[in-house]
Protein backbone atom coordinates (compact mmCIF):
# COMPACT_ATOMS: atom_id res chain seq x y z
CA UNK A 1 0.00 0.00 0.00
CA UNK A 2 1.40 3.44 -1.43
CA UNK A 3 1.09 6.60 0.66
CA UNK A 4 2.03 9.51 -0.56
CA UNK A 5 2.54 13.65 -0.48
CA UNK A 6 3.47 16.33 -2.39
CA UNK A 7 5.93 18.33 -0.94
CA UNK A 8 8.25 20.83 -2.49
CA UNK A 9 7.93 20.12 -6.24
CA UNK A 10 8.30 16.49 -5.57
CA UNK A 11 6.18 13.54 -4.85
CA UNK A 12 7.00 11.72 -1.72
CA UNK A 13 5.53 7.79 -1.93
CA UNK A 14 5.67 5.02 0.90
CA UNK A 15 5.56 1.67 -0.24
CA UNK A 16 4.61 -0.48 3.61
CA UNK A 17 4.30 -3.24 1.82
CA UNK A 18 8.25 -2.83 1.16
CA UNK A 19 11.33 -4.56 2.97
CA UNK A 20 12.91 -1.14 2.83
CA UNK A 21 12.28 0.68 5.83
CA UNK A 22 10.55 4.15 5.74
CA UNK A 23 12.46 6.22 6.90
CA UNK A 24 15.29 5.01 3.88
CA UNK A 25 12.78 5.28 1.69
CA UNK A 26 12.09 9.06 2.65
CA UNK A 27 15.67 9.25 2.60
CA UNK A 28 16.32 7.96 -1.05
CA UNK A 29 13.44 9.97 -2.50
CA UNK A 30 14.69 13.22 -1.49
CA UNK A 31 18.59 12.19 -2.15
CA UNK A 32 17.44 11.24 -6.19
CA UNK A 33 14.87 14.39 -5.82
CA UNK A 34 18.61 16.52 -5.35
CA UNK A 35 20.19 14.38 -7.71
CA UNK A 36 17.98 15.13 -10.52
CA UNK A 37 17.72 18.78 -9.85
CA UNK A 38 13.77 18.68 -8.59
CA UNK A 39 14.94 20.45 -5.49
CA UNK A 40 17.96 22.77 -5.35
CA UNK A 41 19.89 24.51 -2.88
CA UNK A 42 17.37 26.27 -0.17
CA UNK A 43 13.85 24.80 -1.36
CA UNK A 44 12.58 23.56 1.84
CA UNK A 45 11.14 20.05 3.11
CA UNK A 46 7.79 20.00 4.53
CA UNK A 47 8.29 19.79 8.70
CA UNK A 48 8.05 16.24 10.00
CA UNK A 49 5.03 16.81 11.70
CA UNK A 50 3.15 17.62 8.61
CA UNK A 51 5.25 14.96 6.33
CA UNK A 52 4.21 12.25 8.95
CA UNK A 53 0.99 13.29 9.31
CA UNK A 54 0.43 12.81 5.47
CA UNK A 55 1.82 10.13 5.07
CA UNK A 56 0.29 8.11 7.84
CA UNK A 57 3.60 7.11 9.26
CA UNK A 58 5.51 8.24 12.66
CA UNK A 59 7.49 11.33 13.50
CA UNK A 60 10.00 9.67 14.76
CA UNK A 61 10.48 8.18 11.16
CA UNK A 62 10.57 11.15 9.20
CA UNK A 63 13.07 12.30 12.03
CA UNK A 64 15.38 9.22 11.30
CA UNK A 65 15.19 10.03 7.47
CA UNK A 66 16.03 14.16 8.04
CA UNK A 67 18.89 13.02 10.74
CA UNK A 68 20.50 10.86 7.94
CA UNK A 69 19.96 13.47 5.01
CA UNK A 70 21.29 15.92 7.54
CA UNK A 71 24.58 13.98 8.38
CA UNK A 72 25.19 13.17 4.96
CA UNK A 73 25.20 16.88 4.67
CA UNK A 74 22.36 17.03 2.26
CA UNK A 75 20.21 18.95 4.01
CA UNK A 76 20.24 21.45 7.29
CA UNK A 77 17.90 21.48 10.32
CA UNK A 78 16.66 24.38 11.07
CA UNK A 79 14.47 24.85 14.21
CA UNK A 80 11.30 26.17 13.66
CA UNK A 81 11.77 26.63 9.84
CA UNK A 82 12.31 23.08 9.04
CA UNK A 83 15.03 20.64 6.72
CA UNK A 84 16.19 23.12 3.37
CA UNK A 85 18.15 21.45 0.82
CA UNK A 86 21.85 22.57 1.28
CA UNK A 87 23.44 20.66 -1.12
CA UNK A 88 23.63 21.45 -4.33
CA UNK A 89 22.92 18.65 -7.45
CA UNK A 90 26.13 17.44 -9.00
CA UNK A 91 26.73 16.53 -12.68
CA UNK A 92 25.20 12.92 -12.56
CA UNK A 93 24.94 12.41 -17.07
CA UNK A 94 26.95 9.82 -16.96
CA UNK A 95 26.00 7.82 -13.97
CA UNK A 96 22.26 8.45 -15.36
CA UNK A 97 23.36 6.12 -18.52
CA UNK A 98 25.31 3.81 -16.78
CA UNK A 99 22.09 3.11 -14.39
CA UNK A 100 19.89 3.29 -17.80
CA UNK A 101 22.14 0.76 -19.37
CA UNK A 102 22.16 -1.27 -16.14
CA UNK A 103 18.16 -1.27 -16.31
CA UNK A 104 18.22 -2.41 -19.93
CA UNK A 105 20.25 -5.13 -19.22
CA UNK A 106 18.15 -6.12 -16.45
CA UNK A 107 15.26 -5.94 -18.22
CA UNK A 108 17.02 -8.09 -21.45
CA UNK A 109 17.64 -10.53 -18.64
CA UNK A 110 14.32 -11.16 -16.67
CA UNK A 111 15.87 -10.06 -13.54
CA UNK A 112 13.55 -8.55 -11.22
CA UNK A 113 13.74 -4.95 -10.43
CA UNK A 114 14.13 -6.00 -6.30
CA UNK A 115 17.49 -8.87 -7.38
CA UNK A 116 18.86 -5.73 -9.46
CA UNK A 117 18.73 -3.40 -6.62
CA UNK A 118 20.19 -5.86 -4.32
CA UNK A 119 23.11 -6.16 -6.74
CA UNK A 120 23.59 -2.19 -6.57
CA UNK A 121 23.41 -2.18 -3.28
CA UNK A 122 25.67 -5.15 -2.59
CA UNK A 123 28.27 -4.08 -4.94
CA UNK A 124 28.05 -0.23 -2.76
CA UNK A 125 28.81 -1.33 0.06
Request: glycine fraction near 10%; avoid cysteine; aromatic fraction near 4%.
Amino acid sequence: MYSNNYAAGMLLRIDSTSTEPLFAQLAGQVRAAVARGELGVGERLPGARELAGSLDINLHTVLRAYQELRDEGLIELRRGRGAVVTAAPQDNAELHAAIGELVRVSRSLGIAPQTTTALVKEALR
